[in-house]
């Protein structure tokens, strides 16, 4: 079935530091990704998304490029701030199926200190 | 703007015994979703309802019951607590259950089986 990997965590960086978050996908045709972050004590917030191949989406200094030849969708930001703390989730909606079925990556927490 | 609503924020129940989660939103969205969230896991669905008056299975929908109760209000119902249930529960909703529509998560609720 379709399924999400995205690295194990959790991330550690310093403050204005590059983020690259890995995530890979298992799918058939084309799905729609999405990563989603999760602040500390809160639900999922849509974060970017990227609906074909090659496709960017970009959001809050965040970027992720839609990669088939890859099967690849990694999270990337220039400059981290504290405030980028949170657990980030990768997902797809499968190409196949009528709904809005997300399939969630196990989440990567990132701890960004000052 | 309150948006997705969970009630409670924490519960502990003892083995066997039953619990509502509650959850209701204020988008006027048609589609709505109940998430657990286990460590190592991501999110991954229980059940789902495309609009008023239809809900279908999701991922994991054993031990769970859901009513639509109008187009605000999704509950899950827990009818015999297992320990297996411990685990964080997400409610959230979209537009339509069409692809793609955003998914907007409430804020979840920390339930533990003894």
């Avoid at chain 1, 379709?2 to 550690?12: A, F, R």
């Avoid at chain 2, 109008?70 to 119902?77: A, I, Q």
């Avoid at chain 2, 964080?88 to 609720?109: E, I, L, M």
Wanted: overall charge neutral.
């Amino acid at each position: 079935g379709d399924s999400v990997t995205q690295m194990e965590g959790p991330v550690t960086l310093s403050e204005e530091a590059f983020l690259t978050i890995n995530c890979t996908y298992t799918a058939t045709g084309y799905p729609s990704l999405f990563w989603y972050v999760q602040y500390p004590g809160e639900g999922l917030q849509l974060l970017l998304k990227a609906t074909k191949a090659d496709d960017k989406g970009s959001n809050k200094g965040f970027e992720a490029t839609y990669r088939k030849e890859t099967t690849s969708f990694h999270l990337e930001k220039g400059s981290v701030q504290v405030s980028d703390s949170a657990v980030y989730f990768c997902a797809l909606i499968p190409f196949s199926g009528g709904y809005n079925k997300l399939i969630f990556g196990a989440g990567t927490r990132l701890a960004v200190h000052p | 703007n309150a948006g997705v609503t969970q009630t409670p924020k924490f519960q502990v129940l003892k083995t066997g015994q039953s619990m509502t989660l509650q959850c209701a939103q204020d988008m006027n969205h048609n589609s709505m979703y109940w998430y657990r969230q286990d460590p190592g896991m991501g999110l991954r669905l229980i059940y789902y309802s495309a609009s008023e008056g239809t809900t279908d299975k999701g991922e994991v929908p054993n031990g769970y019951n859901v009513s639509r109760l109008n187009k605000r209000e999704f509950s899950l119902r827990l009818e015999s607590a297992a320990p297996s249930q411990t685990s964080v529960y997400f409610c959230a909703s979209s537009t339509t259950g069409a692809k793609n529509q955003p998914q907007h998560f409430g804020d979840g609720t920390r339930l533990s089986i003894l």
